[in-house]
């Protein structure tokens, strides 16, 4: 199927007439128009193809050259041959030219939007041995819990509170005879954004954007989707089920005409501040079907309800926070009269609050619930300010995180403004762009709530930033591929740096994880201290048996200051007054990517971890568990943990 939507030859996305625009040129004939156009287009969308098999040629044939213990400071993008930085270039032009030159083809434009996820996610598969981010393996000691004892356990921890994703991959691994998803574990990235952007194109068909603005949006999406959230876990699987949920709704249960007292107020304001539409302006990329509200049945209504309701309590046992992220949205839009019935957003609600209920209690207890509600600003703070001095490498990866979020948040609110001014529907994608930012009122989410804000309104912005690209593109078809690629090239850059700028601390070493699968295998129970949790740790089946604390900061059972030359006599000391009439043994984990981590964010130097290591080796009290690829694992037997100060 194509999608034809160019405003000049006065044609809709549909297929029918609108009038042509402002800048129409009278005295051309479309007609005339058209057959030059026709003839040039096969050549153009050949040229675009061989772009695409060139820029895969060119990946395929150096992507497995790259030292992946090499990645330095500043990350992935320094180490990659100059060969598929070229790719990525002729990827990006190929793209320009079918989105912005060639009648639009969805069965191209699906490759493309392929090929451009495997170079942004699939290429640390292809690069690295295991899987990024320490993070990956708590996930993965989780699925491996089930797979052992065939239920949960929900007084362990919040996984197992929320158990939909661990229980599906755990079927899926027996199903498929996989001893241990860490056999997949790094393509996760590459096939939950593939995933996502099949759900968002079917919510992007509800909203009222062109064919151009749709495909516009699902590559600003893949290029601008920094957070990391799309690894093996319940994240990943919620920002897909939130999708859908959304997509149901839009197609079937939000009426972008509708409005009620609210709403009408709303729009009072935006006349009061001539924030209204001109009707004189026409916006330059036509009027399009998708515009127009179609009827639906009372059949689809309810039909929708159900699916709707069927999805999201699948989300709500699946992930903790998405539910209430979505809620937010669709209460939202329900308040001011566009999302009907209102009272699905309430039964939406209550579901995840009845959920919720009989855990609350263990989850306030160990975790702090509600220890952030209302601080606002708090909430928004960013994770990076609870680090200490960070290398330049991290800020480098801060700054493009910083400048991404903010230039697609600038880029959304002036194709609010565009849209408005042109007469456009705009309310609905805006609320739900907007809506997550209540998520700051009610929890910090351990730091990182600034970011989920940003991935849940990410679908929606870069819908927004596709209309006001689109906007302001100029008639001209070259023109307009180049300035497609610019913004394109722009967004690639400071994803580059946002989202590989910390590989050499987010990569985990094989030795590492082999590492501590012989720990965990030959260890007994006792409890897991350390500087950092940047190492892959609880990723076996005895997770639970090994609860991690830390030595040093906010959280640690001593003061950096302690950290020196005689660091194991006094950590004994230290596991002496908290755990003597426990009788059980303690460890401490060195790896090295405690320690970059530890320079990299300016928690310790790095004398304070070799400190740490030579005071170990040496005291007497300390045995040798695992010293394996750098990874030393110093135990504190039972009997020195009771009798000995």
Partial sequence: ???????????????????????????????????????????????????????????????????????????????LPRAVLVATGLLVIAIAIALGVVKPVSARLWAYLLVLLLFLYGTPALVYREGRYNWLYKTIGVIQYVNAHGALNRFIDIYQNWPGFFALTAWFDKVAGIGTPLVYAKWAQFGFEALTVVVLAFALRALPLTGRERWTALFLYAATNWIGQDYLSPQAVGVV???????????????????????????????????????????????????????????????????????????????????????????????????????????????????????????????????????????????SSYLGSLSAGARLDQLGADALSLGMWALGALGVYLRWRRGRPVLVMAGMAALPAFAFLAEAYGGEAILRIYLFSLPWTAALAASAVWELASLVPWRRAVQIGVVLAGCLCLFSAAFYGDDEIYVMPTGEVQAMQTFYRIASPGPVYQLNDNFPGLLSSRYNFFPQHYLTGQYGIMSSKEIGPHSGNAVARALHRIHATYGHPAYIVLAPSVRLYAEDTGYNPRHEYEDLRRSLLSDHQWITVVDQSGVLIEELPTSVVVFRG
């Fill in 241 to 383: 089920l939130s999708l859908g949920v959304l997509g149901i709704a839009l197609h079937w249960l939000v009426d972008p005409s509708a409005t009620n007292r609210l709403g009408q107020f709303f729009g009072r304001i935006g006349e009061h501040f001539h924030l209204g539409p001109r009707r004189e302006a026409r916006s330059r990329v036509g009027t399009t079907a998708a515009e127009a509200v179609a009827p639906v049945s009372h059949l689809q209504k309810t039909a929708a309800l159900v699916g709707l309701f069927l999805v999201y309590f699948v989300l709500v046992f699946t992930h903790e926070l998405s539910p209430y992220l979505v809620v937010a949205q669709l209460g939202g839009l329900a308040l001011i009269g566009k999302f009907r019935p209102g009272w699905a957003a309430a039964g939406l609600l209550a579901i995840a609050l009845v959920y919720l209920a009989p855990r609350f209690s263990f989850v306030n207890q160990k975790y702090g619930l509600l220890a952030s509600v209302g601080n606002f600003f708090g909430n928004a703070a960013p994770p």
């Fill in 1 to 79: 199927m194509s999608l034809e939507d160019e405003p000049a030859l006065g044609k809709l996305a549909s297929g029918g007439d609108v009038a042509p625009s402002p800048s129409f040129r009278v005295g051309v004939h479309p007609g005339r128009m058209r057959a030059p156009y026709a003839r040039t287009a096969a050549l153009r969308v050949l040229a675009s193809d061989g772009l695409v098999a060139a820029a895969l040629a060119l990946y395929f044939a150096t992507i497995r050259t790259i030292p992946a213990g090499h990645i330095g400071e500043y990350g992935l993008v320094p180490a």
